[in-house]
Antibody, heavy 119, light 107 residues
């Protein structure tokens, strides 16, 4: 059974870059067939789709964040990462990584990590 | 972006009740709808995909239906662990979008 685990700083200063990594176990990112995704949830609010990366490096970013988002994948470590630049307090949220299978949406999620943007 | 509008935003029910949550898309999305359950402080859990297919391990008390723009999630015989927030999500068009959530509370 696949497991995903987010890691990264819980506190980021305004204007800096938020960096998170999702470590996958129980499945190989390089085996293909899945879209490795990031989703966030502002405190007490709903869910916002950030985008995905495929094992080949193909990406999709939500246009609302596209100018600030970069995703990467490291198949040797079975990890994928999110970088969000020029953060503000509005980027304070719980960030989830998830695995999407074509046709069946997000079947597996990480536990989530709270990132607070504050000086 | 496709807007997903859930109703009601909150719902009070009792153990043993059957409840239905609806989700309306701002444009047709075939059956590319998923439903998730989120308990406080936890990650969302996938329940249903393709409008009516249950993810592995999800009990049959959960059922989904709909196509086009109107979708429903029905939960039968509510148990204490079912009181949570439920979200619909469309994955027919990028960017994927979620409903605002329906909080199911104990009456």
């Amino acid at each position: 059974q696949v497991q995903l685990q987010e890691s990264g700083p819980g506190l980021v200063k305004p204007s800096q870059t938020l960096s998170l990594t999702c470590t996958v176990s129980g499945d190989s990112i390089s085996s293909g067939g899945y879209y490795w995704s990031w989703i966030r949830q502002h405190p007490g609010k709903g869910l916002e789709y950030i985008g995905y990366i495929y094992y080949s490096g193909t990406t999709y970013y939500n246009p609302s964040l596209r100018s600030r988002v970069t995703m990467s994948v490291d198949t040797s470590k079975n990890q994928f990462s999110l970088r969000l630049s020029s953060v503000t307090a509005a980027d304070t949220a719980v960030y989830y990584c998830a695995r999407e299978a074509a046709g069946s949406s997000f079947g597996s999620w990480g536990q989530g990590t709270l990132v607070t943007v504050s000086s | 972006d496709i807007q997903m509008t859930q109703s009601p935003s909150s719902l009070s029910a009792s153990v043993g009740d059957r409840v239905t949550i609806t989700c309306r898309a701002s444009q047709g999305i075939s059956d590319y709808v998923a439903w998730f359950q989120q308990r406080p402080g936890k990650a969302p859990k996938s329940l249903i995909y393709a409008a009516s297919s249950l993810h592995s391990g999800v009990p049959s008390k959960f059922s989904g239906s709909g196509s086009g723009t109107d979708f429903t999630l029905t939960i039968s015989s509510l148990q204490p662990e079912d009181f949570a927030t439920y979200y619909c999500q469309q994955y027919n068009h990028y960017p994927y979008t979620f409903g605002q959530g329906t909080k199911l509370e104990v009456k």
